[in-house]
């Protein structure tokens, strides 16, 4: 049984449904247009400092959004970068589409690729250079993290060099973001097509809108040139006619002959007038872009008429007259040549044009009308030139012409950019001097002369067949900036210019003490100098830049400073690299060179990377010179130290007294003794004993045992390790005394103190101390006594260690008390120190030592990380030896120094002279030690005492033996746990039991008897 059903006509008929459908797609379209200004607005008011759930800020929210939009903006920019840009723009295009319904059915196949163009453009962002304002506010690059780590990567795959990489990938991301954008955005072929149709259609109109407009205003400008142009040239020719009319008698007959500038104007005029205007855009382009010289311009002067002229002339004249005409033609000719154009149309060319950089006629009707046809390229000549053109027939210049004033300044610069003509083409004499008369219309033997109105001359035929010749300008090569050292003469000092006058004979030279003459130390003029010439130094340079760029290194060499040892080229790097990444290829740099070493750092304050290459031969630096200087002799130093020279070669001179302490480190063979006796010399030579006293403590007991017995020491040079703790805890004792007295003086340091000494003395002053003297027997109170004393001056100590290795081997925590002590607080006293290792490691150069002597100088080490032990990082292990040092003054910047050279005879020699003033006033206590309640209270002071009881036992070793007889334990842990002390001190006071007998020593299972009986 079959049912029938009644089908039910639809609610809606079909255009009311394709309205509805319409009305959709545009809501839509506004909701996706709505969220990209809303996208575009959060990205665009972007500012780092805004708070968000990942930074947390006071300052007030700038972007247009508010915290919402700025806590999701900032992790976008962090992943992404630029690149959320995208984001916005892909709804505004999609919403445009469904507003104007077009294309919108490939919404969902296209933006399904729309994280694909987000990817591109972050690393396309990733591979553009930050701005100053970026790379201070952010970490990351413009394409965020995202961009910077695929881009990382990709570079890493790529075979070639990370400069040329960058640059690839930026061009290749490109062009792939705008396929990409503009696929997602549903741009269809057809659609693209028409965009670019109607963009070269708008550019074209735009461009000949801009001509048009242009042209206007050079019509006039140009006419007027012409005219000007004009006017000149028949001043001259007229000048001219003028001097050779006077010559021949013949001025008569030459005034009857019409003259040629009205016609040629009249005959441009007609020509101009008669040619047709060409319409419209494109008619116009031709002419806006053709050049021309107004040289080339013809003035249209029909030589026939001056050809029948002349003939007509000439038949009627006679006898003298006619020579006068045949003059007065020939200009006339030569006027018609100079005004005709270069070329005849009616004659084709037998070669291509050549380039020529002439003016830009920017009128389209007057670019038309004044030039000629142009000849075709290839043609050969097959026709005869006319009678006419036998003017104009190119001929061996005869004279080299130097116009007059006013043409070359219109001619000049159209001649010097034409490139050199083609001499089978056109007439090379008529290019330089078109107004010039033939000579073949002269008298023989007579030439015009115009070099500015000079006498006629008579030119060979040899010099006049001459070709001319044209220099073409020739780009000079780039060239790295040599910056010579200024080899100026050292400027003397006072002290070095009172030494060289020669003293008088009778003088009376006895004296208490005088510091040694610089005439002691070798002369700098027996120094053989060295000098690299500019070429030899560019290069090297450009050798330098090749091996770079050979390890993937872009970059330019700036500047290049030769020293007297080595060489610092300065490195521009190239945008993005890293200067971590020049300075490891510094070994590989050295071997490509074939230098010993190669040296690569950062120079503070500027960003150029310094690559430090040792020079063929090295200079040797001389000390007289560097103590005759004014940086030494006239500087204010109070403890001066002649440390060399820099790579430029200027005198480093340095003050202790700011320093304050001084750390030395370096290899055998290095230079570090040297440079210890250098330094040395320079505190003797400026200081007396008055004002500076020397503690030597050479272990090694070879290098500073020269100096035993000057007057400037305070003990003898010590060499016993044992000895050499002495003599620094004596030291902190001294600079204790000295912390007292000046707090009694109200100064702050050994130079206010020494100040109000020398006032006291001036007036005549007595220091006083109160003194007790005992007690007063009646009533048992102390008794004091005024004690006056005259006052003296705090000398400046100087404490010299040539080997710390040794010392700490010995007594390492003593020694490094005393050390830390001084380091800390010895500063205002005036005392400082000088300390010297061949070894420098952790266990000899501390922490505790590091932190308190931030002025370091480190000389060739072996390793890097010795580098690293003295300076904080490498580079030392890159010196050259002999001198060659690092400075590093305050802990900041490190400067390349060359060492000064003192011989062991020099050093003699100064030793001698220094004796000669008596034997030097040691202090008994530096090495035979203090009194014991000194003593106790020095290493009080030190730490190295924890208090005593009269029978000299200690007491923390009273309190463990009271435990041990009490609880009748006794084991390490034991003692450790009941004292609160450390390990190695509580095994260090059950082995002292053991060895006095209070307890047996340990058993197969560690344990110990308790010999002393129970109390």
């Not at 591109?120 to 790379?135: D, N, R």
Request: contains cysteine; glycine residues 8%.
């Amino acid at each position: 049984m079959a049912f029938q059903t009644r089908s039910r006509d639809p609610l809606l008929d079909s255009s009311m449904q394709a309205a509805i459908e319409k009305r959709g797609k545009e809501l839509i379209g506004i909701f996706l247009i709505g969220l990209g200004v809303f996208v575009a607005a959060m990205v665009g008011s972007y500012t780092p400092d805004d708070p968000n759930w990942m930074v947390s800020t006071d300052a007030p929210v700038q972007n247009w959004l508010g915290r919402p939009g700025a806590s999701i903006a900032a992790p976008l920019f962090m992943i992404v970068g630029w690149a959320a840009w995208s984001l916005a723009l892909t709804p505004l295009a999609w919403g445009l589409r469904f507003l104007l319904h077009s294309g919108e059915d490939r919404v969902l196949g296209r933006m399904i690729f729309a994280p694909v163009l987000l990817a591109v453009a972050s690393i396309y962002a990733a591979t553009l250079v930050p701005g100053v304002e970026w790379k201070a506010t952010h970490s990351f690059g413009l394409g965020g993290l995202f961009g910077d780590t695929v881009m990382g990567a990709l570079l890493t795959l790529l075979p070639v060099s990370s400069h040329f990489a960058v640059k690839l990938m930026s061009l290749l991301m490109a062009f792939g973001m705008l396929a990409l954008g503009a696929f997602v955005a549903g741009f269809s072929r057809g659609e693209m097509s028409r965009a670019g149709r109607y963009l070269t259609l708008g550019f074209v109109i735009i461009y000949g809108g801009i001509a048009s407009l242009l042209g206007r205003g050079a019509t006039s400008g140009f006419k007027a040139a012409m005219a000007l142009r004009e006017q000149r040239r028949a001043a001259k020719l007229q000048a001219e006619e003028d001097a050779w009319i006077a010559e021949d008698d013949g001025a008569q007959m030459f005034e009857s002959y019409p003259q040629s500038g009205t016609g040629a104007e009249a005959a441009e005029d007609d020509f101009v007038e008669g040619r047709p205007e060409k319409v419209g855009l494109f008619a116009r382009v031709p002419g806006l872009m053709r050049r021309s010289d107004p040289e080339e311009i013809p003035d249209q002067m029909p030589e026939p008429e001056l050809v029948e002229t002349a003939q007509s002339g000439e038949s009627l004249l006679s006898g003298d007259a006619r020579i006068s005409e045949k003059i007065a033609s020939a200009v006339r000719i030569r006027r018609a040549a100079s005004q005709a154009p270069d070329h005849d149309p009616d004659l084709p060319l037998t070669k291509g044009r050549g380039k020529r950089a002439e003016p830009l006629l920017f009128n389209p009707n007057a670019a038309q009308a004044n030039l000629p046809p142009e000849p075709p390229l290839t043609a050969t000549q097959s026709t005869p030139a006319a009678p006419a053109a036998a003017a104009f027939a190119p001929s061996a210049p005869e004279l080299h012409q130097v116009p007059d004033l006013e043409a070359a300044s219109m001619e000049a610069e159209p001649f010097q950019e034409r490139a050199a003509p083609d001499p089978t083409a056109m007439d090379v004499s008529s290019e330089l001097a078109p107004d010039r008369v033939a000579s073949e219309d002269l008298p023989a033997g007579r030439v015009i002369n115009r070099e500015f109105g000079a006498a006629p001359k008579t030119v060979s035929a040899q010099k006049a067949a001459d070709p001319v010749e044209y220099e073409l300008p020739v780009a000079t090569p780039r060239k790295a900036v040599v910056e010579q050292p200024q080899r100026k003469p050292v400027q003397p000092s006072t002290r070095a210019k009172a030494e060289a006058q020669p003293a008088l004979a009778f003088e009376d030279n006895a004296a208490d003490f005088e510091l040694p003459p610089l005439s002691l130390l070798g002369h700098p003029n027996g120094v053989e100098r060295h000098h690299l010439s500019d070429e030899a130094l560019e290069e090297n340079a450009r050798m330098l830049e090749v091996v770079l760029d050979d390890y993937g290194v872009k970059g330019e060499i700036v500047s290049v400073r030769p020293g007297p040892v080595v060489t610092m080229y300065e490195l521009e790097p190239a945008p993005g690299l890293k200067a971590s990444r020049v300075i490891g290829l510094s070994d590989d740099i050295a071997r490509s060179m074939s230098a010993l070493s190669a040296r690569v750092s950062t120079v503070p304050g500027r960003t150029v990377i310094g690559i430090e290459l040792p020079n063929e031969k090295r200079e040797m630096v001389n000390f007289r010179e560097i103590l005759s200087s004014r940086d030494y002799g006239d500087g204010i130093q109070s403890l001066p130290l002649a440390l060399g020279k820099d790579i430029g070669g200027s005198s480093m001179v340095a003050d202790l007294a700011k320093m304050p302490h001084l750390l030395i480190a370096g290899t055998t063979g290095s230079g570090k003794s040297v440079a210890i006796n250098t330094m040395i010399l320079s505190l003797l030579y400026k200081l007396s004993p008055e004002e500076c006293r020397l503690i030597m403590i050479d272990p090694k007991m070879l290098e500073l045992s020269v100096y035993d017995g000057i007057p400037h020491l305070l003990s003898p040079v010590v060499t016993d390790p044992k000895k050499a703790v002495v003599a620094l805890k004596w030291v902190v004792g001294e600079m204790e005394d000295r912390y007292r007295k000046m707090s009694k003086m109200g100064v702050r340091n050994i130079a206010g103190y020494n100040g109000r000494v020398k006032e006291a003395l001036a007036k005549g002053e007595m220091f006083s101390r109160t003194v007790q003297t005992g007690f007063d027997d009646d009533t048992g109170e102390p008794v004091f006594e005024t004690d006056e004393f005259a006052p003296e001056a705090l000398p400046y100590i100087v404490v010299i260690v040539d080997e710390m290795a040794d010392l700490m081997m010995v007594a390492g925590k003593e020694i490094e008390a005393c050390i830390q002590r001084l380091a800390q607080m010895a500063r205002a006293s005036g005392i400082h120190l000088i300390m010297a290792t061949q070894r420098p490691s952790v266990d000899v150069i501390t922490g505790t030592i590091k932190a308190n002597f931030p002025t370091r100088i480190s000389f060739q080490v072996t390793s890097k990380i010795d580098s690293r032990t003295i300076l904080g990082e490498m580079g030392a292990e890159q010196l050259l030896g002999m001198g060659d040092m690092l400075y590093m003054a305050g802990g900041a910047k490190i400067t390349r120094c060359h060492g000064p050279f003192v011989s062991d005879e020099e050093v003699e020699e100064v030793v001698n002279h220094l004796k000669q003033f008596g034997p030097p006033s040691y202090m008994s206590g530096v090495v035979d030690g203090p009194d014991d309640e000194k003593a106790d209270n020095i290493d009080a002071v030190l730490g190295l005492n924890t208090g005593g009881n009269t029978t000299g036992e200690d007491a923390l070793y009273d309190s463990a033996v009271q435990i041990v007889i009490k609880d009748r334990k006794c084991s390490t842990s034991y003692i450790q746990r009941k004292l609160a002390i450390g390990y190695n001190k509580a095994a260090r006071l059950v082995e002292q039991m053991e060895d006095e007998g209070l307890v047996s020593p340990a058993n197969h299972v560690g344990k110990r008897e308790i010999l002393v009986p129970e109390q």
